[in-house]
């Protein structure tokens, strides 16, 4: 069984933030929300902005002028998303955050579970844990990024159902060592899971 928005909700927030206004990740990217991106002012005209401390309905002229001058703060960008909090005082609700939050879940839960559905039995029978780190990895990575980059965590670890093996091949670059380590840490405790279950990796001839 496939876990749920909520399941990743903490580990998303943890990981990506909760921010309500526009912010440049780390890429450069215009983001709000829980690790939205914003392709381009259009899409962020679109969202239910509100500004002021009124909270009245942001125009859409106000939004597309505050996505630009996003996207020219390029000097604030390793300073964190804290660091546009003045730019603008465009603020997304939190009930509009969980909502896109959701909806980048579910889109983000099909294209993992499309792209390892003939990995080791499927991204749904893997334990909830590994469920959890392999999301992450691909929240972060794209789905399919996340299976053409690292191979080995694919076939070796994913494939074979031997999850100490995929945490010893899930690390990324680009990312903080809290996060590489928490997504560890749940890969091995979904070897944990199977190993209590009495279930054992599969070996290299029953692969496929």
Request: proline share 5%; aromatic share 8%.
């Amino acid at each position: 069984m496939p876990i749920t928005h909520l399941d990743y909700l903490l580990l998303a927030e943890e990981n990506e933030g909760n921010i309500p206004w526009m912010y440049l990740d780390t890429r450069g990217n215009v983001t709000v929300g829980i690790g939205h991106l914003l392709g381009d002012a259009d899409e962020a005209a679109e969202l239910p902005f509100v500004a002021g401390r009124a909270g009245r309905p942001a125009a859409a002229a106000d939004i597309v002028a505050g996505h630009a001058a996003v996207r020219r703060a390029r000097r604030l960008a390793t300073r964190g998303a804290g660091a546009f909090r003045g730019l603008t005082d465009l603020r997304l609700p939190e009930a509009s955050v969980l909502a896109l939050y959701e909806r980048d879940f579910n889109a983000i839960l099909g294209y993992t579970r499309d792209a390892f559905r003939s990995v080791g039995g499927g991204f749904d029978s893997y334990p909830p844990a590994a469920q959890l780190a392999v999301l992450d990895m691909a929240f972060n990575l794209g789905a399919r990024g996340l299976y053409r980059r690292f191979p080995r965590f694919r076939e070796h670890g994913l494939g074979r159902r031997d999850f100490a093996t995929a945490a010893r091949e899930c690390r990324r670059t680009g990312i903080s060592a809290s996060r590489n380590d928490r997504t560890r840490d749940l890969l091995l405790e979904a070897a944990r899971a199977e190993a209590d279950a009495g279930l054992s990796p599969s070996a290299p001839a029953m692969l496929g």
